[in-house]
């Protein structure tokens, strides 16, 4: 019944753009099956009403269709791809943004009781799991509110605070809670993933990372690989490739150039990697950048 309704709004509010009138709700809508793409993840909910989506993050491969939703709670590098999507029955997402303050407000409000902390490690930065029937209900209500201008900007804060609650309160609570929570293993490897985004063309030590992060090297470590499915050290080189990228986009004619910004001191290496990383040599991704073909993206473990 609610997967219904949830076909039908996010067919009609699509923007070509994915955005919506509601900030932080997006739409999504494709046609055809896709190439795989690397992109970052973002934190959020993203729940399937038609076609699938199949996503990759290091050695993990997540792949979710109707009637089901993944949860990211740390801005990962992903690579994914619709697998089912046709011009009459195109592939359909809802999107919300998942906010670490809005996490810890509600946490907070609830208390240990209602909303109890995980023991143990940190869990996967991303989450598959069937949507139950009251989240799908709270997403399509608020969905609605994009046919009802008057009532959105009263009821859009308060249906968002209850999806919110539903995913904290749900199968993969632990990832969602986590991201609320200022003293969690979580939070200690989201300001690693950070330190090295903003630092990705230095090179470093991973005893001085795990340091700034407030954890041993060993529970570092261990705790990085179960957030992220790679070392810090793989982090480092996927953020360095995607950056790459858009780079080669805008300098096309500048491959040894770009190898360099990015932290490459050896162009072959740099060449070797990113062929291995999205399928073809930089000049030639380069050459397809500029001519606004989409290059095929890395191959899926």
Known sequence: MYLEELRTLLARHARPDWTTAVDGVLISKVDRPDRPEPSMSGTLLAVIAQGAKRLALGERVFEYGPGQYLVASVDLPVTGQFTQAGPGEPALGFGLVLEPSAVAELLLEAGPREAPRSGG?????????????????????????????????????????????????????????????????????????????????????????????????????????????????????????????????????????????????????????????????????????RRGVRAPGALLP
């Open 121 to 289: 490690g940190a869990p996967s930065g991303i989450a598959v799991a069937d949507a139950p029937a009251a989240l799908l209900d709270a997403v399509v209500r608020l969905l609605r509110l994009l046919d009802e201008p008057r009532d959105r900007a009263v009821l859009a804060p308060l249906v968002k605070r209850e999806i919110l609650w539903r995913l904290i309160t749900g199968e993969q609570g632990a990832t969602v809670r986590q991201l609320g929570l200022a003293d969690s293993s979580l939070s200690h490897i989201s300001r690693a993933v950070r330190w090295i985004r903003e630092h990705y063309a230095q090179p470093f030590r991973v005893e001085d990372v795990a340091r700034q992060s407030g954890m041993g090297v060993s529970a570092f470590y261990r705790n990085f690989q179960a957030v992220t499915a790679m070392s810090p050290i793989q982090f480092q080189k996927q953020i360095r490739l995607q950056e790459a990228r858009l780079l080669l986009a805008t300098h096309p004619g500048d491959v040894t150039g770009v190898g360099h910004r990015v932290g490459y001191d050896n162009p072959s290496q740099f060449s070797r990697e990113y062929r291995r990383r999205f399928g073809v040599p930089p000049s030639q991704d380069a050459a397809r950048l």
